[in-house]
């Protein structure tokens, strides 16, 4: 689907706090899912990845939850940081052989010192 | 290593006109992708590139259009360019495959005058 952000929600939060950052996706089909941040002038950098097979995955501060029944995902940032504020965006593909991403239209974490 | 690199970084066109883009992948890196990122759209896939075949294409006109050489560099054009081809475009690189780590350039913000 098409991924619409005129109004980028945003997310705001102290320093030390824990972040939750949530995506819905509408393909039932998708088989990957991927969490990426932007920086104001850089392109977008990888988080933490997930197949469908799982339903958790950890990385470092960061955890993605995925719920399949409801087509939902959410990034986990513990002890959040200045350095994560960023725009957030969840991506996925589905396991057809397509290699393109389809991805969310972001959100606006703001961290606050 | 070196990362994704994008030329020109920034430029200005008129309507009409036409432009190209490059993108210098990650050394290793045979597939490259291209994304068009807006405020109202977000992120959307251009096309794909591997082994200098095109293996996917998004959902753009005809004007849009790329080319992979044979050490993995690629380039894109736009060719009678409108006001709403503005934006930032985005190259993606990753060595090759289905899934597997996507790396982003900085990208090329095209403003359409």
């Known amino acids: 689907g098409e991924s619409v952000g005129l109004h980028l929600p945003t997310l705001s939060v102290q320093e030390g706090d824990n972040s939750i950052i949530n995506c819905a996706y509408s393909n039932s089909a998708s088989d990957y899912f991927i969490w990426y941040k932007q920086e104001s002038g850089k392109g977008p950098q990888f988080i933490i990845d997930i197949r469908s097979n799982m339903d958790k995955r950890q990385g470092q501060r960061v955890t993605v939850l995925l719920n399949k029944t409801v087509k939902h995902l959410s990034l986990q940032i513990a002890a959040t940081q200045p350095g994560d504020s960023a725009v957030y965006f969840c991506a996925e593909t589905p396991d057809t052989g397509r290699r393109a991403l389809t991805f969310g239209s972001g959100t606006r974490l703001q961290v606050q010192p | 290593k070196a990362g994704v690199t994008q030329t020109p970084r920034y430029l200005i066109k008129t309507r009409g006109q036409q432009v190209t883009l490059s993108c210098s992948p990650i050394s290793g890196h045979r597939s490259v992708s291209w994304y068009q990122q807006t405020p109202g759209q977000g992120l959307q896939f251009l096309f794909e590139?591997?082994?200098?075949?095109?293996?996917n294409k998004g959902n753009f006109p005809g004007r849009f259009s790329g080319r992979q050489f044979s050490n993995s560099r690629s380039e894109m054009n736009v060719s009678t360019l409108e006001l709403g081809d503005s934006a930032l475009y985005l190259c993606?690189?990753?060595?090759?495959?289905?899934?597997?780590?996507?790396?982003f350039g900085e990208g090329s913000r095209l403003t359409v005058l």
């Open positions: 993606a690189t990753r060595i090759g495959g289905r899934t597997g780590e996507l790396f």
């Open positions: 590139y591997f082994s200098e075949t095109q293996r």
